[in-house]
């Protein structure tokens, strides 16, 4: 399976922990999203990769959200002192141009206790 | 910048009928336009995308969306609903002219009746 893959599929955890997730895009891919998606709404773009650089951030992403993709190839996705506030789905695309389409992966559904 | 209202957050339709999924867009500059399906606890697939050229719109599973400038509007459509065809819609719009990240409206879930 070439797709986009996402890892854990389920992560819960308690308020006060950090919390770190992957993304591993279609190979080919230079360009990487992480959007949240919370219950009832669709997904809010959160920030954005092209190969190794991260060109563009939204302003959901607060100081206690770091992404990396040291290789231009998998993202991670780190969520420090997490917060019951951060409970969604975190999910991750790929793409391959500026008007490609992007493939989601199944997510990452994370539970803040 | 870009947004997308779905009107109806729930529609049930009958199996065999039409499906209609509404869709209005704001956009400051020409936009690229899509369809995502979503299926419980999985992440999205690509119905359909609208960038330049013809206005309707053919996508997988029979689905399809014409894009109406006057109207401002992408509005899915089947002409016949399947028991399959029960999950969670969304429309989107894309930013294309920086990171082309996607604007997403807030789903409408489609419910078939047998």
């Known amino acids: 399976d070439t797709g986009v893959s996402q890892d854990p599929r389920h992560k819960i955890t308690k308020r006060g922990q950090n919390v770190t997730f992957r993304c591993d895009p279609i190979?080919?891919?230079?360009?990487l999203y992480w959007y949240r998606q919370t219950l009832g709404q669709g997904p809010e773009f959160l920030t954005y990769?092209?190969?190794?650089?991260?060109?563009?951030k939204s302003r959901l992403l607060s100081d206690r959200f770091s992404a990396e993709r040291p290789k231009g190839s998998f993202s991670t996705l780190e969520i420090q002192r997490t917060e019951q506030g951060d409970s969604a789905m975190y999910l991750c695309?790929?793409?391959?141009?500026?008007?490609?389409?992007?493939?989601f992966g199944p997510g990452t559904r994370l539970t803040v206790l | 910048a870009q947004s997308v209202t779905q009107l109806g957050s729930h529609v049930s339709v009958s199996e065999g009928a039409l499906v209609l999924l509404r869709c209005n867009y704001s956009s400051s500059v020409p936009p690229y336009l899509f369809w995502y399906v979503q299926y419980p606890n999985q992440g999205l697939q690509l119905l359909l995308k609208?960038?330049?050229?013809?206005?309707l719109v053919k996508g997988i599973n029979g689905f399809e969306a014409e894009f109406k400038k006057s109207e401002t509007s992408f509005h899915l459509t089947k002409p016949s609903a399947h028991m399959s065809d029960a999950a969670e819609y969304f429309c989107a719009v894309s930013d294309t002219t920086g990171a082309n990240n996607l604007f997403f409206g807030t789903g409408t879930r489609l419910t078939v009746i047998p």
């Open positions: 190979s080919e891919h230079n360009r």
């Open positions: 990769f092209q190969n190794e650089a991260q060109l563009e």
């Open positions: 695309a790929s793409s391959s141009g500026l008007v490609d389409t992007q493939y």
């Open positions: 609208y960038t330049t050229g013809a206005t």
